[in-house]
Nanobody, 117 residues
Framework: QVQLVQSGGGLVQPGGSLRLSCTASGRTFSSYVMGWFRQAPGKEREFVAYISTYATDSVKGRFTISRDNAKNTVYLQMISLKPEDTAVYYC???????????????WGQGTQVTVSS
């Protein structure tokens, strides 16, 4: 069993940056692939980025996912944020590297990111 606790998020102006964190309980964090997803109101959950068990970071456009296995933590660094990035962001842990939410077994509680002037 893995519990994921998210932090970060909030209100940011367009063009701004934000970093989300997700800390896992237990001693098996390094054996899980990690992903970030987001869900805007009225829309389906959308894949943002993933990272393998051994990578330290992975860049996907304006977003960079990174992990620190010593801290049991995965991060999502977001830059040049746009209003359309507004959503609830979720971290997730799974055994298979995938952009499909159904492949992930454990989920964080979600954190709101609002991009607005």
């Amino acid at each position: 069993q893995v519990q994921l606790v998210q932090s970060g998020g909030g209100l940011v102006q367009p063009g701004g940056s934000l970093r989300l964190s997700c800390t896992a309980s237990g001693r098996t964090f390094s054996s899980y692939v990690m992903g970030w997803f987001r869900q805007a109101p009225g829309k389906e959950r959308e894949f943002v980025a993933y990272i393998s068990t051994y990578a330290t970071d992975s860049v996907k456009g304006r977003f960079t996912i990174s992990r620190d296995n010593a801290k049991n933590t995965v991060y999502l660094q977001m830059i040049s944020l746009k209003p359309e990035d507004t959503a609830v962001y979720y971290c997730a842990a799974g055994r298979i590297l995938s952009d499909a939410a159904t492949r992930y077994d454990y989920w964080g509680q979600g954190t709101q990111v609002t991009v607005s002037s």
